[in-house]
């Protein structure tokens, strides 16, 4: 059975920042690409940023240069620095790890419940 839990959201001003953290656990034998994802209301869910077992990134255009995703592959955690944050950042922010658990050959993807980050003066 595995875990994955965010951590972090809330309501900041435009122009702040904030800081996400994701943390996997349970029968982990091997947490392969991962990354976060954000649904606004209204929206389908968006990929946000990825980051390899080996740590190659990739973001979306609109949080390229602002955002900044990080692992710590000893802690199973990955994090989402967001930096100079715009309204139409507001979304439920979504943590995703593909995740090969003990005793299975092959891996799977694992959602957290979600952590909400609102954009408002």
């Known amino acids: 059975q595995v875990q994955v839990v965010e951590s972090g959201g809330g309501l900041v001003q435009p122009g702040g920042f904030l800081r996400l953290s994701c943390a996997a656990s349970?029968?982990?034998?091997?947490?392969?690409?991962r990354g976060w994802y954000r649904q606004a209301p209204g929206k389908q869910r968006e990929l946000v940023a990825t980051i390899t077992s080996g740590g190659s990134t990739n973001y979306a255009d609109s949080v390229e240069g602002r955002f900044t995703i990080s692992r710590d592959n000893a802690k199973n955690t990955v994090n989402l620095q967001m930096n100079t944050l715009k309204p139409e950042d507001t979304a439920v922010y979504y943590c995703?790890?593909?995740?090969?658990?003990?005793?299975?050959?092959?891996?799977?993807?694992?959602w957290g419940q979600g952590t909400q980050v609102t954009v408002s003066s």
């Open positions: 349970g029968s982990i034998f091997r947490i392969y690409t």
């Open positions: 995703n790890a593909r995740i090969q658990t003990a005793g299975l050959l092959f891996p799977a993807d694992y």
